[in-house]
């Protein structure tokens, strides 16, 4: 009779397990389908705009992922299967995107695409008359003057390349830096190359050889043509004269450019139209130009904020099809553009959208309103041969024809080695977040990081990972990429578990200076602890947390390891006698470094659970 009960008792169990899996298995399958993926291309993307558009969609749970500003990076991902439902890129090109054109959505018949101006969506229409990328408002990119020291000199504000050329001298004359620029950056390299000739590129002859260039169905390799591009390395090499630039400013970088401009040290700077406002907020009088043609013509040049298309798998089911072309509507929305670009330092692409221009940079209303804006050409080859061939000018490697002949011969290369394998996985995770666990890629690497730092606890912003860890072959640039880009770092200290408990609490309820998680999926990721969070009116609450399944007490030590942006950061640093010890690389390399000597994937924890 005993035996008899222990064997109902038993398939009772058994019973009640499978259906409680059963219910879980369902209850995760709900939560993937009644989720739209986001990738950003940059963690800036995180701060306002991503919680602006969730604001405005509380109906729709959102999974925003700090991605990759490469269309590699997608380019695996869609190999894989996972394409995200909305990608969004700021190094962006037809020519790159050739390799999604199948996968992704054609938008050309959409209200999204009609609102914007036909001349700018032009620029992002395939042959065959389909548009897979809208662009979101323009970044504004030309030359910056230091308006006081002109004043101070009397030396004219250039209007056409003569003029800025002599003001160039009388500024050198006086030991003063005419101009100089951040050139160890590609695009500084790539801008300059290509404001030098705007003219000819969106002359009959540039169209026609960029319409080649770009082309997503034309499989052959397109170098440079012989008929603008000669001239260009002609224009770059007399500007290095001209501008008198020197060996070592190839490795300028952006913060002493800054500084010396702001110093009065250096008259003009290549720079954006937000460097000009921020400029002027700081006390510098600071006035943008455009770049100068030959002949005296000006052109702004110009590029998105970002560009962004949809899964075609999206097709494929109406509600999440829906689901998804509302939050592309918020994106493109005034308000969220708004909260993009503060408002006053780019121009809008939409005809539905009113972006109101900065008085700092009225002088170039004429320009806008004569549409002279040119897009600049921004594919990965550009930028890559772009700083390299630029440098050798400087360093006066290169002349006008060997430059023009090695920039040519770098976008005729076919393929690289970026597919040499480094890492294998036999088995892949989704980083889509569950209330029941997590995020399981997320968890993934926290885990692993774990061991790669040797601390008890890892404390992960959300922001930190890039996507699913995927059954897949992963290339050096792969691995790296598993790593949110954008300045991820490491801080780590010895914490009681008080300190503990409260850093915790500060990461899951938000404070003032921080960053506050604005949906589920912005959530912080764990590693050796787990926590229990409640979820009401948009606001998170800590309830629990334990270590191994037992409650910390506040006099437990742990090594404690923060995985997390500067910004972040910034509240954990107020008490002065909290000392951190930052890593000595950033978060990504070190990544790349531990798996290239031979470190392996841990398995996901279960590191939260949400009611």
């Not at 990076?73 to 869609?78: A, H």
């Not at 121009?347 to 972006?355: F, M, R």
Request: proline share 4%; charged share 25%; aromatic share 12%.
């Amino acid at each position: 009779m005993e035996k008899r009960r222990l064997i109902c008792l038993f398939l009772a169990l058994s019973v009640a397990a499978c259906f409680l899996a059963g219910c879980s298995a369902k209850d995760t399958a709900k939560e993937d389908a009644d989720t739209i993926t986001v990738y950003m291309w940059s963690t800036a993307m995180y701060e306002k705009y991503a919680p602006y558009v969730q604001s405005k969609l509380p109906d729709i749970n959102i999974q925003f992922v700090v991605g990759n500003n490469d269309l590699e990076f997608y380019k695996f991902m869609n190999e894989n299967d996972a394409l995200p439902d909305i990608i969004t890129c700021r190094r962006f090109s037809l020519h790159d995107a050739m390799a999604l054109k199948g996968s992704l959505m054609d938008l050309s018949t959409t209200e999204e695409a009609g609102a914007i101006y036909d001349s700018y969506l032009k620029n992002f229409t395939n042959e065959d008359g389909s548009v897979n990328w809208l662009p979101l408002c323009a970044e504004v990119d030309g030359l910056v003057a230091n308006k006081a020291l002109f004043d101070q000199y009397n030396i004219p504000l250039p209007t056409d390349y003569a003029s800025f050329v002599s003001a160039c001298q009388a500024f050198e004359e006086v030991g003063i830096r005419g101009f100089t620029a951040d050139f160890v950056y590609d695009y500084t390299c790539m801008e300059i190359l290509q404001g030098l000739i705007i003219p000819e590129l969106t002359s009959t002859e540039g169209r026609k050889w960029r319409t080649r260039y770009e082309d997503p169905t034309d499989m052959e390799v397109t170098g440079l043509d012989d008929t603008i591009w000669p001239e260009a390395f002609a224009r770059m090499e007399q500007f290095i004269k001209d501008v008198n630039l020197q060996p070592e400013d190839v490795d300028m970088d952006y913060s002493p450019v800054i500084e010396m401009f702001s110093a009065g040290k250096v008259a003009m700077i290549r720079a954006g139209g937000g460097d000009t406002v921020r400029f002027n907020h700081a006390g510098v009088n600071a006035i943008m130009l455009p770049y100068f043609g030959q002949k005296g013509e000006q052109w702004l040049l110009t590029y998105p904020q970002f560009q962004v298309a949809l899964n075609r798998d999206l097709e494929q089911d109406k509600t999440r099809l829906e689901k998804a072309m509302r939050v592309l509507n918020v994106m493109l929305s005034e308000g969220a553009q708004n909260e993009l670009a503060g408002g006053e330092d780019v121009l809008t692409y939409s005809q539905n959208v009113n972006l109101q221009i900065s008085p700092y940079l009225s002088n170039l209303q004429p320009l806008i309103n004569q549409n002279y804006l040119y897009i600049r050409i921004a594919s990965n080859e550009f930028f890559s041969a772009s700083r390299d061939v630029v440098s050798r000018m400087i360093r006066g490697e290169y002349n006008a024809r060997q430059a023009f002949e090695a920039f040519d011969a770098r976008l005729r290369q076919s393929g690289d080695d970026s597919s040499d394998i480094v890492l294998t996985l036999e088995k892949g995770y989704s980083n889509i977040f569950h209330k029941d666990g997590g995020n399981e890629a997320y968890s993934v690497m926290a885990h692993t990081m774990r061991e790669m730092y040797g601390c008890d606890v890892i404390l992960a912003f959300g922001d930190s990972y890039t996507g699913s860890v995927f059954q897949a072959d992963y290339s050096k640039k792969m691995v790296g990429n598993m790593v949110m880009p954008n300045a991820l770092v490491s801080f780590s200290r010895e914490m009681s578990g008080a300190e503990l408990k409260e850093s915790v609490r500060v990461m899951v309820e938000g404070t003032e200076g921080g960053f506050t998680p604005f949906n589920r999926g912005s959530l912080p990721v764990f590693s050796g602890i787990s926590v229990e969070v409640k979820e009401g009116n948009g606001a998170y609450t800590l309830l629990k947390l334990t270590k191994d399944g037992k409650p910390i007490n506040d006099e437990d030590t742990f090594k404690v390891t923060f995985i997390t942006t500067f910004a972040h950061m910034t509240p954990f640093f107020t008490d002065e006698s909290r000392e951190y010890v930052r890593g000595e690389m950033n978060v990504r390399p070190a990544w790349t470094a531990y798996i290239l000597e031979g470190g392996t994937l841990a398995e996901p924890e279960h590191y939260i659970t949400l009611k």
